[in-house]
């Protein structure tokens, strides 16, 4: 079993920043893709951002040129630096990981508990 721990979230004005973290732990032999997802009131979960081994990012429309997304695969860790934060970016947000673990396994999916990102005045 893989666990994944998130921080960073919490309340912040337009156009403030925000960090957030994710630390996967478990049975990991290796992990491939990182990324987070963000699920609004009422709305259905989305990609906000994610990147692979080899460091290939993609982001969402929405967080293309305000976010950036990062991992330090010696920690099992990938963050998602967030800049110039709009209203429109409060959610839940959600780490997602997939690992194996051994050699040749199967890859899984793992998710996150979620962390809340609000953004008002």
């Known amino acids: 079993q893989v666990q994944l721990v998130e921080s960073g979230g919490g309340l912040v004005q337009p156009g403030g920043s925000l960090r957030l973290s994710c630390a996967a732990s478990g049975s990991i032999f290796s992990i491939n893709a990182m990324g987070w997802y963000r699920q609004a009131p009422g709305k259905q979960r989305e990609l906000v951002a994610s990147?692979?081994?080899?460091?290939?990012?993609n982001y969402a429309d929405s967080a293309k040129g305000r976010f950036t997304i990062s991992r330090d695969s010696a920690k099992n860790t990938v963050y998602l630096q967030m800049n110039s934060l709009k209203p429109e970016d409060t959610a839940v947000y959600y780490c997602?990981?997939?690992?194996?673990?051994?050699?040749?396994?199967?890859?899984?999916?793992?998710w996150g508990q979620g962390t809340q990102v609000t953004v008002s005045s």
């Open positions: 990147i692979t081994s080899v460091g290939s990012t």
């Open positions: 997602n990981v997939v690992s194996r673990r051994s050699r040749g396994s199967d890859w899984y999916q793992y």
